[in-house]
């Protein structure tokens, strides 16, 4: 992909190491897709898991919507995942600022319409997050259930990611104090 720019203005920040971007994948929940659509792009949030064997990042959304009308097979997008940190103060209010690590993914939508590799992608979905509740504790998915759902893949054709943590200048840092929970 040549129509972007992978410019990283604080350098001091950038992370490169393939490394880096399968922790943060791996460790994360949910992203922000930015789908290219004609005048303003289309910003979809998702769950997600990381496929590390084929370089994929694997979400589900409804057919009905906006999603369904806009997510589809060849769209350009752009994916925004992060993680915050703690906060910190300084000497100067200017300096003030906050601990994170991000990655950006660029590739391109891809709607799964086989049934057995889409029954597959839920699993793996429902495995990330679900795999700790017993089985016996509910009714397993099923394709019938399923059909409301797109399944979509992105092949990530290329990233670049940051990093921040608490400088030492820094005078205290502390955590946001509202709860993570709506």
Not at 117 to 139: C, G, L, S
């Amino acid at each position: 992909m040549n129509d972007y720019s992978k410019k990283v203005r604080r350098t001091d920040r950038q992370e490169t190491d393939q490394e880096f971007l399968v922790e943060l994948l791996n460790e994360s929940v949910s992203c922000s897709i930015a789908v290219e659509k004609e005048g303003f792009p289309m910003m979809h949030v998702a769950f997600f898991v990381y496929d590390e064997a084929n370089q994929e990042i694997i979400f589900h959304f409804s057919k009905h919507g906006y999603a369904g009308q806009e997510i589809i097979d060849g769209r350009k997008v752009c994916v925004s995942i992060y993680k915050y940190g703690k906060l910190y103060t300084s000497t100067k209010a200017v300096d003030f600022g906050c601990e994170y690590q991000s990655v950006i993914i660029y590739g391109k939508i891809r709607i799964v319409v086989d049934e057995a590799e889409r029954m597959e992608a839920m699993q793996v979905f429902f495995d990330k997050f679900f795999a700790h509740i017993p089985k016996d504790t509910y009714e397993p998915m099923t394709s019938a259930q399923t059909k409301p759902i797109y399944v979509a893949k992105i092949k990530i054709e290329d990233w670049f990611a940051k990093r921040h943590l608490v400088p030492e200048a820094a005078l205290d840092a502390f955590y946001y104090p509202a709860p993570p929970i709506i």
